[in-house]
């Protein structure tokens, strides 16, 4: 028999990243919060590589932690291994990377809810989505438990209508086994939200003991430690190493072999697969001239004898899996723990989202994560984070808060899903990001913690540590720029060695920072008016003098990108009364209801020229 439970203000559907973050933001900007999830053990499960962190998508972990978000804090709490990827590369796609303790993150995600004042965790499948008449959300349980709120933010990652295949074996299942929300995909349905099917999938996980690691590359940590959080914990030791292996020949012939027992080959799979990150099956086919793939060999934890294989995903039979797994160096002889599997899942089409996240259509309804067509543990807990603090700003009758391109990777990541849509699972790189020299790994805190603090997210002595590293790159900055550097024998050997000319005479040390050859430590020896401040002041100097022309490029870029998004648009405007717009304009316009000039100059069908009349429309007024 149904029963009323409780009526919240903001309420969670899914406690995976992007729901733990919506909730806990929610929560600490004082709206009482509910957070549902099918199973309370697996709170902040990492289905696939349990690791933070990445090309961009470290990125996106430190600007979640600048704003007051937990998932750098958790990441450094349970990292058993850090690295700093691309180092050989510019700083703009430097990005860090953690591989975690799959069970000890989820466990410390799960008590950050329990302990966090006015949230609730209840373990609960909601069934039934529905609107008031008052306009309020009411959700249904599968106890038949009838809960109210304000808001309800959507994060049900994998789990809406998840299906699980393996070769000719398909069954209704979320992730790792657990159960699936078959029956909210309907009830969204029947509220007039439409949902489309992707995929994605998981390598096996295999015993260590049954890996011979002397055929491997092993993989070991930074001996700089890497940290994504900019609190006062030291960075996390390296407690584990990581291995790297080669599929062959053999391991290409098994695979080709049985293709037509493929599920994704044989037509089984209906749902639109992530482009950058393959099944091993796809790889072997789309690159079948590539004599060899890499794997990667990562742990699952400290007190597991689990080990993942990056780059090894498929949905074939679990017998063609076994087989073409001993054809891999070091797994010759290898237990699987758990098969590897595809999942195809329901999700929505983010066109159909402001750029605070809630529903065009559908008020004080949010979605985030995976539901929103992405792919990825952090780029879920960015939207959760967005979603969060826009829920409770829609409830406390506050102003909505919208990242834009040239602030965050966060804001260039839900301007793409809101704006361009997506038709496979979406994934944060840094190509996207056009402003990336500007908007690094190393300078999130100098960018974004001052909307953290305002918000209410980001404590004082925080925000307060951002402000003294900005006096202190101010500081470096200018004795930079006066202070000379004496020509000697020494100083000349040092610069011939880097392969750049020697001096003849004194220079500023500006100057010579801008050399590419050059940087604050080979020149350490020669400035002995060089103050005692942190590594990371003269990191961001040092940057900054190297790029100069480069990022003032971007900043013009920036103010003439923020110009247009001052020009805003009518949400209710109908764009087939604009004389002048293409018929694809006028649908597409239609369609997303752009905030700003800006945001519709990046819709994908609007050209130069439909832009320039609607200029000319916000100028004018209606053409006659």
């Not at 060089?530 to 590594?535: G, Y």
Request: one cysteine or more; proline letters at 5%.
């Amino acid at each position: 028999m149904e029963y009323f439970a409780k009526h919240y203000e903001v309420a969670v559907i899914g406690a995976g990243h992007a729901g733990i973050e919506a909730a806990l933001a929610a929560a600490r900007l004082g709206c009482r919060t509910v957070i549902f999830t099918i199973t309370a053990d697996w709170v902040g499960n990492m289905p696939c590589n349990p690791a933070i962190g990445g090309t961009s998508k470290g990125q996106l972990v430190r600007e979640i932690d600048a704003l007051g978000g937990e998932m750098g804090i958790a990441a450094d709490r349970n990292m058993i291994q850090g690295r700093m990827l691309n180092l050989g590369k510019g700083p703009a796609v430097h990005s860090p990377r953690g591989q975690e303790d799959r069970r000890q993150y989820s466990a410390f995600m799960k008590n950050a809810l329990e302990q966090q004042e006015n949230l609730d965790l209840r373990q609960a499948e909601i069934t039934d989505l529905t609107r008031t008449e008052d306009g309020k959300w009411q959700m249904k349980t599968r106890l038949e438990a009838l809960y109210t709120a304000d808001t309800v933010i959507l994060c049900t990652g994998t789990f809406l209508g998840g299906r699980i295949y393996v070769g000719d074996v398909s069954y209704e299942s979320g992730p790792d086994g657990l159960f699936p929300a078959t029956a909210l995909s309907a009830s969204l349905n029947q509220l007039g939200i439409p949902t489309r099917r992707f995929k994605t999938g998981t390598p096996s996980r295999v015993n260590r003991r049954s890996i011979d690691f002397s055929e491997l590359e092993v993989q070991h940590g930074d001996e700089k430690r890497v940290k994504f959080s900019w609190d006062d914990e030291p960075a996390p030791e390296n407690k584990a190493d990581c291995y790297i292996t080669y599929t062959n020949d053999a391991t290409k012939e098994i695979i080709l072999n049985n293709l037509h027992r493929s599920p994704l080959y044989g037509g089984k799979i209906e749902g639109v697969g992530p482009r950058y990150c393959p099944s091993i099956e796809d790889k072997i086919v789309r690159f079948q001239d590539k004599e060899r793939h890499q794997i990667f060999i990562e742990p699952c934890g400290l007190n597991t004898e689990e080990m993942y294989l990056q780059g090894l995903s498929s949905s074939l039979p679990e017998d063609v899996q076994l087989a073409f797994l001993k054809t891999i160096p070091g797994l010759e002889h290898v237990q699987v723990i758990r098969t590897a599997y595809a999942i195809e899942y329901d999700c929505i089409d983010p066109l159909c989202l402001k750029s605070t996240l809630e529903f065009l259509d559908f008020p004080g309804l949010f979605g985030a994560g995976q539901f929103n067509g992405s792919s990825g543990y952090e780029e879920a807990a960015a939207q959760g984070l967005i979603a969060g603090i826009n829920a409770a700003h829609k409830v406390q009758g506050k102003e909505p808060f919208v990242l834009d391109r040239a602030s965050s990777y966060i804001g260039t990541l839900i301007d793409d899903l809101v704006t361009k849509g997506c038709n496979e699972p979406y994934r944060m790189m840094t190509s996207r990001a056009e402003y990336r020299l500007i908007l690094r790994q190393d300078n999130a805190d100098l960018r974004l913690s001052e909307f953290g603090y305002r918000l209410g997210l980001l404590s004082k002595e925080r925000y307060d540590a951002v402000l003294r590293k900005k006096e202190l790159i101010a500081q470096e900055t200018e004795r930079a720029k006066n202070v000379v550097i004496s020509p000697t024998d020494e100083l000349n050997a040092v610069l011939v060695s880097r392969e750049t000319s020697p001096v003849d005479q004194g220079m500023k040390l500006a100057d010579l920072l801008k050399r590419p050859q050059l940087d604050y430590e080979v020149l350490a020896p020669f400035d002995p008016s060089r103050p005692h401040f942190p590594d990371e002041i003269f990191e961001q100097v040092g940057i900054a003098m190297k790029y100069e022309g480069y990022i003032s490029r971007q900043e013009s870029q920036i103010r003439e990108m923020r110009r247009l998004e001052t020009k805003t648009l009518p949400e209710t405007l109908d764009y087939d009364t604009i004389t002048g717009l293409r018929l694809e304009a006028r649908e597409k316009l239609n369609r997303i209801r752009p905030q700003n000039i800006g945001q519709a100059a990046r819709i994908s069908g609007v050209s130069p020229a439909d832009i320039s009349v609607l200029l000319i429309y916000l100028e004018k007024g209606p053409l006659s």
